[in-house]
């Protein structure tokens, strides 16, 4: 079994930036795919970014590229969303997950879900 703790989470202006970090303990996920998804209320879980985690490749929806990076630190089994040019539309709790293989953008995809962390952008 394995832990996601997201952190970062807060409260920005539109226009602003903030960084999401997601740690992971309990397993060794270097072969791990890694993904950010983002539900706001009365809506699904959207899919945000993925990564693979061993070979570093990248994946956004079309909503957030060019604006949100993702990447990662495998010796620290850590995550991170770099969210630049926050739009109010961008506000939701944001998930970390995590695959046995490589990254998908399918929520049923993923077998391990942190808590997830509130981001809130206002006008």
């Known amino acids: 079994q394995v832990q996601l703790v997201e952190s970062g989470g807060g409260l920005v202006q539109a226009g602003g930036s903030l960084t999401l970090s997601c740690a992971a303990s309990?397993?060794?996920?270097?072969?791990?795919?890694m993904g950010w998804f983002r539900q706001a209320p009365g809506k699904d879980r959207e899919f945000v970014a993925a990564l693979s985690w061993g070979g570093g490749r990248l994946y956004y929806a079309d909503s957030v590229k060019g604006r949100f990076t993702i990447s990662r630190d495998n010796a620290k089994n850590l995550v991170y969303l770099q969210m630049n040019s926050l739009k109010p539309e961008d506000t939701a709790v944001y998930y970390c997950a995590a695959r046995n293989g490589i990254y998908a953008t399918r929520p049923q995809s993923y077998d391990y879900w942190g808590q997830g962390t509130q981001v809130t952008v206002s006008s």
């Open positions: 309990g397993r060794t996920f270097s072969s791990y795919g």
